[in-house]
Each structure stands twice: as structure tokens, then as C-alpha cells.
């Protein structure tokens, strides 16, 4: 059934996709053109996108085949300006600005595992799940159980320590290496539940399923391949917007925006500017990230980690 929210329709939707109003503001100036969503998941952005933006195109990219499948049906009343790709982002969104190049107005990421994913046990990404798998793309080679039951100790700890900032990484490490081989992302979770922090408003297996995850989808790689495509593209106006929902990703999108509105790159030693101060290719939109507003919190608890930063590139 459809809901109605502030800002259009999300047409059957399973679930509000988060901070919709702020990306419906990120491209309300893009009055045509298109707009790529990278990671299309369930088509809530999409919908919204297309719905509050009547002459724009839409080109959508899915790694997941449910996702393909459902949004395609979820899309249909845009049919006619709707272009579905599946395959990775950072690659299909680099093929797309190659080939529609000044036509694309706008870029749309939002990085991290979709709530349905995470709701549906079978694909393992949830600490109740009874499979450990978390692949984004159910056919790539490299699931969670290769990760946590055949990579070396050391490999685990630095995968948890960077990617999960889990501050007793080694113990967990020594944990998850004494009592493998597991099954389950819910015999994982059980296993070292005693050794994570409590009193917190997330599960304390959270943080380890999370770096797992990333290290399986190679999550940080795809966001800097995504934003090396982006800078490489030659697009002379373009809205970047992108959601993360970890710190890590926030970082490599705050230091790569800031990278990009910056004139002069000498060394900052350098006695004067020998470059020519003339290397920003736009500028920062968001000073600070955009987060989400009381009502969606209490409408949707999963928004709370989210956050949004936009980038307009304008080159001359």
C-alpha cells in the first residue's frame, strides 16, 4: 500500500527511506536532466525523486537482484523515465556519466545495507540471522562465513579495529578464532556477546556484524571508487549527495568534499602558491552534515546514524 509523507508518495512501500525530505531539497534545483541513484535499493529515494521532479530522468543501480525486481515494479508509474542497471555503483555510475555526460544533474548515494536486507534473516546481515552470508549481491564470491571462520586472526582484528572501531578487537579476534567454525550470524553473536559493551541504544554485536559486512562488501572501496569517478568524469554541473551511516564512511566523503572545493593544493610549508590556486571544482553545500529531524527518529530509529553531505560541482 502506498504512504503518504511530507514531500509525495512512497508507492508500497516496506519502509521510509531515510532523511527523504533533505534529499528531495538536495535536487529540487536540478529541473531536468538526470539523476543517478547508485544504490537504488527499494526505490524509496527513487519514487520520491521522480514524483517531486517531474521533468527529470532517473538512471537506478542495484547490486541485488530482489531489489532490481522490486523496484522495477515499484517504479512502474515512472516507467518512461526510469533506466535500472544492476552491477556494482561505483562502476555502473562511472559507465552512466560516461555515457550521458552533461545530461546527468545529479548523483544520489546512500551508503550501507537496506533495511529489508537487514529484516530478512536469510541474507544474514541481521546478529539473529541463521545464515552467515551478508553478500549484497547474493552471487559475489566472498561471504561472511569465509570471513569469520578461514581469515587469520590478525586479519579479523584489524577488520573489526578499523571498520567496526570495536575497542577490545584482539579478544574479540582470539573469540571468534577458538570457537569456529560458525554457521550462523546468530552462533557469531552469541559466542562474543560477553565481551561487547553494554548499556548502549544498539545491540552490542552490532559494531562486529557491521565490520564484517563491510570488509565482505568492500564498502569503503566502492565509496572511493564512486567519488574517484565522480572527480574524474569532467561533468562541468552536478549535485553530489551521499547518506553514510558509519564514521569511516562519513570521513572519506567530508575529506574528499573538502579536497574538491580547495583552490590551492601546495604543500601547506610551501612560503607562497605556486599552483595557481585555481584547482576547487565547487563547493561544499553542507558545512556540517544533515541529520534527521525528530519526527523521522521516532517514525524510523534506523535514521538516527544517518547523515548527509552535498557537494555541487560547478567547473569552469
Known amino acids: 500500500m502506498a504512504i503518504k509523507i511530507e514531500g509525495g508518495t512512497v508507492q508500497e512501500t516496506p519502509h521510509i527511506p531515510v532523511l527523504y525530505r533533505e534529499v528531495i531539497e538536495a535536487f529540487a534545483h536540478c529541473k531536468e536532466g538526470i539523476i543517478v541513484d547508485c544504490t537504488m535499493g527499494y526505490g524509496g529515494h527513487s519514487s520520491l525523486l521522480l514524483e517531486n521532479n517531474p521533468a527529470l530522468s532517473l538512471i537506478g543501480i542495484d547490486q541485488d537482484p530482489t531489489a532490481i525486481a522490486f523496484s522495477t515494479k515499484r517504479l512502474e508509474p515512472f516507467a518512461e523515465r526510469v533506466e535500472i542497471r544492476q552491477g556494482r555503483f561505483s562502476e555502473v555510475a562511472k559507465e552512466a556519466m560516461s555515457q550521458k555526460g552533461e545530461k546527468v544533474c545529479g548523483i544520489l548515494a546512500d551508503i550501507g545495507v537496506s533495511s529489508l536486507q ?164 565547487g563547493k561544499v553545500i553542507t558545512k556540517k552534515p544533515l541529520s534527521a529531524a525528530e519526527d523521522e527518529l521516532r517514525a524510523n530509529s534506523r535514521s538516527r546514524s544517518a547523515k548527509l553531505r552535498i557537494f555541487e560541482i560547478r567547473r569552469d
Open 118 to 281: 537487514l529484516d530478512q534473516r536469510e541474507r544474514g546481515f541481521s546478529y539473529e540471522s541463521d545464515t552467515l552470508d551478508m553478500r549484497m549481491n547474493p552471487n559475489a564470491s566472498l561471504s561472511a562465513a569465509e570471513v569469520v571462520n578461514d581469515y587469520l586472526q590478525s586479519a579479523l582484528e584489524t577488520i573489526l579495529r578499523e571498520y567496526g572501531e570495536v575497542n577490545n578487537a584482539r579478544k574479540v579476534a582470539e573469540t571468534i578464532v577458538a570457537r569456529r567454525p560458525f554457521g550462523s550470524a546468530k552462533e557469531l553473536s552469541n559466542a562474543i556477546f560477553h565481551l561487547m559493551p553494554k548499556g548502549k541504544k544498539i545491540h552490542p554485536s552490532t559494531l562486529v556484524m557491521q565490520a564484517i559486512r563491510i570488509e565482505v562488501n568492500d564498502e569503503l572501496g566502492e565509496l572511493t571508487r564512486l567519488l574517484d569517478a565522480i572527480e574524474s568524469s569532467g561533468i562541468r554541473r552536478l549535485r553530489v549527495a551521499i547518506v553514510t551511516f558509519h564514521s569511516l564512511e562519513d570521513r572519506i566523503v567530508k575529506n574528499r568534499f573538502s579536497k574538491w572545493a580547495k583552490n590551492c593544493i601546495c604543500p601547506d610549508d610551501a612560503m607562497r602558491c605556486t599552483c595557481g590556486n585555481n584547482h576547487a571544482i
